[in-house]
């Protein structure tokens, strides 16, 4: 036995060997330069040079302003390369109180261009505002790509590009979390590619949630070619497929463009994957609101709410008789509740129900609503749009699916009405260190919050304030499908939908629908270029602001 200052020094040494490494913080501003140390006070200029310094676990602090990007050979604005760890992600935050703008417009190889490339796993990057990517040949650019696994993308503002807002093409297990995407149009394309969201790998696990897609020329959420299952939860999508803050046709138009692989599908070895769609809101889109793209197999559609859709939600398949399941759904307004229902499960939907839709089963339907500003911590805006009042036969009218509701019974549609809200993300559902198991805490407290039950119901009916909020992320898998409805008689509706087969997973080879086409063609060529320079200078006056 060794003598105690013997015993303390190896103890001292078993302490220092063990500790977990000290976690940096590195800053970057737009002032800043990269032979600097990379403190508050000496910044880096570039996210590039502080990922050389940054180790699993450390922090990058990028300060607000301008991050211009120009050159005629560089076809990657930031390329993420370092991987973190579990638990210990490499993160890329905004400063608290700032928003970096990454601008890339001056980015203009002869080639395909990518604002944000995400190339490594267990990374986070949250805050940054991501615009200008430019299409200067055929073929997509990128926004926002991501090609790793259990990265965590949040509170990005992507929008004014020439490009899919936030695809991703490969890896498994991300999340795209309170994320915009906005205002994206593919000139070269004829906007046939520029979805606001896109899940394409051959990798499964991948989640967006708490996401908004609008003014995109094609659709808002896109999983075509995805082998790998994708969930989208508590987003919303409204008003694309038109040329942004036009009312020119742009592609497909589809809210959720829900999985699909071509007509006739060409279905992945590992056969058709089980995608999940629920506590979605789709409105005014050019076409459909939520959409089955011909997929095979099944994909779940869980308590959505669409309205003033052309059709709210077409599962059309390509001949023989899909799976889905359809249960809890609000169709509203405008537009046919379901079209070319062809096999699966369709009950407690407001089209299968014994219940009357109309406008005075909604606290408001003031779509300017979805247009609010974000909370501070990325949240999606507060607003009464799509809740249901209090006195709506729509209320407790839902099967159980394992979510957390309150009253009787959950609710149709997107919103339970006296459910309290989910916990804050950035501390609750969702762990820092990546997206791998963040279902599961959100499930977690999701249940919690059940189990106060009308807590937030005292809210009451006031119309300034939400009478409820969106159940946080549920743990556990819906059940499976039981009893099967009658289907529904297909009633037509927007027929013009080409295949869709418009993104693939490698990002290329990708076809436009034909409808969108021929409009175009209608353009002729000079109406394009004029429009293309049209919408460059309005994208110059914008940023110059
Ligand atoms: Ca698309
Ligand atoms: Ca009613
Ligand atoms: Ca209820």
């Keep these: 036995m060794g003598s105690p200052r013997t015993t303390l020094a190896i103890v001292g040494l078993i302490g220092w060997c063990c500790a977990p490494a000290r976690a940096d913080d590195y800053y970057v501003a737009p002032a800043g330069d990269d032979d600097n140390p990379g403190t508050l006070d000496q910044p880096f200029a570039t996210v590039e040079r502080a990922e050389t310094e940054a180790s699993a676990g450390d922090t990058v602090l990028i300060r607000g302003g301008v991050y211009a990007f120009s050159s005629t050979t560089a076809t990657v604005g930031v390329s993420f390369t370092k991987s973190g760890s579990q638990n210990q992600p490499i993160r890329y935050f905004a400063y608290p109180g700032e928003t970096p703008i990454f601008d890339l417009f001056e980015l203009t190889p002869q080639q395909r261009v990518t604002g944000l490339d995400v190339r490594c796993n267990w990374i986070h990057i949250r805050g940054l505002e991501v615009r200008g990517v430019r299409q200067l040949v055929v073929g997509d650019s990128w926004a926002v790509r991501i090609r790793g696994d259990h990265n965590v993308i949040e509170h990005l503002d992507v929008h004014d590009n020439e490009a899919p807002g936030i695809f991703i093409t490969s890896g498994e297990s991300n999340l795209v979390l309170n994320c915009d995407s906005h205002h994206n149009y593919d000139p070269l394309e004829d906007g046939g590619n520029a979805d606001g969201f896109g899940c394409h790998s051959t990798g499964a696990g991948n989640v967006l949630r708490g996401c908004r897609a609008w003014e995109n020329s094609d659709d808002g959420y896109d999983f075509i070619n995805a082998a790998g299952a994708c969930t989208v939860e508590q987003s919303w999508a409204f008003r694309n497929g038109w040329i942004p803050d036009t009312n020119m046709t742009g592609a ?37 609101g939520f959409y089955a793209n011909y997929h095979p197999g099944a994909i779940d559609f869980l308590n959505n709410t669409a309205f003033d859709n052309p059709s709210n939600f077409d599962m059309r398949t390509a001949g023989s008789p899909s799976s889905h399941t359809l249960r809890n759904n609000i169709a509203a307004g405008t537009g046919n509740a379901i079209v070319s229902f062809n096999g699966g499960t369709d009950d407690f939907n407001s089209w299968t129900l014994p219940v009357t839709v109309a406008s005075d089963d909604f606290v408001s339907l003031d779509k300017m609503q979805a247009y609010a500003e974000r909370g501070a911590d990325g949240s999606l ?24 509701f309150a009253g009787s019974a959950p609710d149709l549609g997107a919103f339970e009405r006296g459910l309290a809200p989910p916990v804050d993300p950035t501390d609750g559902g969702v762990p820092d260190a990546g997206a791998g198991t963040d279902s599961g805490a959100g499930g977690a407290a999701g249940a919690a919050t059940a189990g106060a039950g009308g807590t937030a119901g005292a809210a009451g009916t006031t119309s300034t304030q939400p009478p409820g909020d969106m159940p946080d992320a549920p743990a556990m898998q819906p059940p499976s499908a039981g009893t099967m409805s009658p289907p529904l008689a297909g009633a037509g509706g927007a027929g013009s939908l080409a295949a869709g087969n418009d993104a693939d997973a490698s990002g290329c080879g990708c076809r436009v629908a034909a409808s969108a086409r021929s409009s175009h063609a209608l353009l002729g060529a000079s109406g394009v270029l004029l429009l293309v320079a049209l919408r460059r200078r309005r994208r110059r006056v914008r940023m110059a602001r």
């Design 252 to 288: 497909n138009g589809a809210g959720f463009k829900s999985g699909g692989y071509g007509n006739p599908p060409n279905t992945p070895a590992s056969g058709a994957a089980h995608h999940v769609v629920r506590f979605n809101v789709a409105f005014g889109n050019r076409s459909i």
């Design 381 to 404: 805006p507060a607003m009464t749009l799509a809740r249901l009042r209090e006195d709506s036969d729509l209320i407790d009218k839902g099967e159980d699916l394992s979510f957390p």
